[in-house]
């Protein structure tokens, strides 16, 4: 009975790696998928939500049955449901409408309250401004005041970055047996980033790790905020000033358009058999500009973030 897990929560992490060589056809390199969408609550969030509330408990910030309260866009209230429904913690997910309903359906099965943040007049449903993110925030701090909750806050607790420091990094490399030339990621926390950033970068100084961001809000380049509302769910936010990329090396950005994001999520489901979400299509995207231009001839890798299963609702799937 080796082999048999003692909880979901153990299920977390040690995704498969997969070579996208259908659709790299044609060109000069290779790309390898990171199957995120694999751990239990269909994202990589799961990684991050275990490790801030395990990091919390080693430190004392969190106590035993206390509430815990996070601000989401579906995918970390997923990761936090389930580790804290396995741990014992009641949890308050506070998400904008914006986000697909799906989304909060599934945090409520999995035994969270969830606090629905109307979006700020004139956004778009399907398109969470940073502005949205901001009413999202002010309603999760409300709230663990008012609850005496412990605010998870993926955007500061660096159990987020640790976590995928001591895992998606470590694995990347592992997998790939050190055959691997750069990483390519769409932020949100930036959390992902920074972690994969500084295992890749610890084995070989020489990988190349690339910021993602959506045209029209690419504001880490440098680029004028003129399109904050686009469709990519779960980051995005023209945030310029994420904790976690302190001290982080970027060594290229990358934009791409809501489109391109759609269009490669759908050649990755109808020609490699991945079924994931708007940001694995613009990784995906980001990658394969790469590879066309200054990557030409490496191998890149990218998470496939979450399920496509969590879009059904949207415009990502409507007309397939």
Not at 21 to 41: C, E, H, M, Q
Not at 107 to 115: K, P, T, Y
Request: net charge negative.
């Amino acid at each position: 009975m080796n082999d048999v897990l003692s909880s979901a929560v153990e299920a977390i992490g040690a995704t498969p790696l997969v070579r996208l060589d259908r659709i790299t056809s044609g060109l000069d390199g290779t790309v390898l998928a990171k199957l995120d969408y694999l751990n239990p609550g269909g994202s990589k969030k799961d990684r991050a939500a275990k490790g801030i509330i395990e990091e919390a408990e080693r430190s004392g910030l969190l106590r035993p049955g206390q509430p815990v309260v996070e601000l989401t866009s579906g995918n970390m209230g997923t990761g936090l449901a389930i580790v804290c429904a396995v741990k014992g913690y009641p949890f308050i997910a506070v998400m904008s409408r914006g986000n697909s309903p799906e989304r909060a359906r599934m945090m409520a099965a999995l035994g969270a309250e969830v606090v629905l943040v109307d979006q700020l007049p004139g956004s778009v449903p399907g398109q969470v401004s940073g502005g949205d993110l901001e009413r999202v925030d002010a309603a999760a701090r409300e709230v663990a005041r008012s609850r005496g909750a412990f605010r998870a806050d993926q955007f500061h607790r660096a159990g987020n970055w640790l976590a995928h420091y001591h895992g998606t990094g470590r694995e990347l490399w592992q997998q790939t047996g050190g055959a691997l030339d750069g990483f390519v990621d769409f932020l949100g926390s930036g959390g992902t980033y920074a972690g994969v950033t500084k295992a890749l970068k610890e084995h070989n100084p020489a990988a190349r790790c690339y910021v993602v961001e959506p045209a029209g809000a690419a504001v880490l380049a440098g680029r004028p905020l003129s399109h904050p509302d686009h469709p990519i769910q779960g980051g995005g936010y023209a945030m310029s000033d994420l904790d976690f990329l302190a001290g982080v090396p970027i060594d290229g950005f990358v934009q791409v358009t809501g489109d391109e994001a759609r269009s490669t999520a759908r050649q990755l489901a109808g020609r490699e058999g991945i079924f994931g979400g708007y940001s694995s299509g613009a990784n995906l995207a980001a990658a394969l500009k790469l590879l066309d231009g200054e990557m030409r001839g490496k191998t890149l890798a990218v998470i496939v973030c979450d399920s496509g299963l969590k879009y059904l609702s949207t415009d990502l799937w409507a007309d397939v």
